[in-house]
């Protein structure tokens, strides 16, 4: 990485929920232009993080640095302007409305102030072309572009929230566990997309327990147990040992 500096630093994240210490002063950097893997056990606190940095949980203590600026993130709204996209392990889209309009939710495409209202239909147009353009890109068939999300299945419902972020991703993208719905081709084409994002210059956080994907895409890694970080290494076959004992705890 050199002397680049992050485009995203963590710094002492702590998060409770109850009697739970989710995440226990976990401080992390990422770069543009690397995916780093986010690796754990079920429970390890990754989604958590996810959540703090996505603006759906507040920490308790520490902070989240953009670009070096302190960035206040108070809701998913804030963190997405400030160029952080997210797709959710627990894939937050909106049951009753279309792909397109989970797509623009709250940044729907601008109609000029003075087109007559009766003219909307015209941005309706646009947002479903943009968002089939890119699903298609993802070559995962939907039933019918214009239903409801609600009607479709986890695998397609991961590739709308998977093409959603790749379309707006500017400097942070991350995925919770993006390929455990999808088939062997699908979850091929996700790991494009992620090169893709990449390669754009994002920094992308991976969130997986397919140490495959790990070792075929990650620059780095982080690993977390019981809300702690553990251990961090740039993943290879070789030492792939080495990062299961960290992820499980085992010394062996
Ligand atoms: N909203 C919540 N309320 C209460 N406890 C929570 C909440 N979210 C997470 N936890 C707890 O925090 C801990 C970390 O959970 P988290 O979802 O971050 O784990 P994870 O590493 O994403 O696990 P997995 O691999 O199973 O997705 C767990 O003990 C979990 O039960
Ligand atoms: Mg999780």
Not at 36 to 52: E, Q, R, Y
Request: net charge positive; hydrophobic share 45%; with cysteine.
């Amino acid at each position: 990485m050199g002397a680049q500096s992050p485009v995203l630093s963590v710094r002492n994240a702590q998060k409770r929920f109850g009697p739970v210490q989710a995440l226990r002063d976990v401080s992390l950097e990422a770069y543009r232009g690397e995916v780093l893997a986010l690796l754990g056990d079920n429970g390890a606190g990754k989604s958590t993080l996810v959540k703090c940095i996505s603006g759906v949980y507040a920490l308790d203590e520490g902070e989240i640095v953009l670009e070096g600026e302190l960035t206040p993130l108070n809701s998913p709204a804030s963190a997405r302007r400030a160029g952080i996209e997210t797709v959710y392990q627990d894939l937050a889209l909106f049951d009753n409305l279309t792909p397109a309009q989970n797509f623009f939710c709250g940044r729907e495409i601008a109609v000029p102030a003075w087109l007559p209202r009766g003219l909307r239909f015209l941005k309706k147009g646009a947002m479903d072309r943009e968002a089939a353009a890119v699903i298609d890109r993802l070559k995962v068939r939907l039933p019918k572009f214009d239903a409801p999300v609600a009607l479709m299945s986890g695998g397609q419902r991961q590739a709308i929230a998977v093409a959603r972020a790749t379309v707006f991703a500017r400097k942070v993208v991350m995925l919770d566990e993006p390929t455990a719905a999808l088939g062997l081709r699908e979850s091929r084409k996700v790991l494009e997309l992620i090169k893709q994002l990449r390669s754009e210059g994002n920094a992308v956080i991976l969130i997986t327990h397919n140490m495959e994907h790990v070792v075929e895409l990650a620059d780095r890694a982080i690993v977390l147990r019981q809300g702690r970080k553990v251990g961090e290494l740039k993943p290879d076959k070789s030492n792939r040992q080495e990062l299961v004992s960290m992820i499980v705890g085992a010394d062996a």
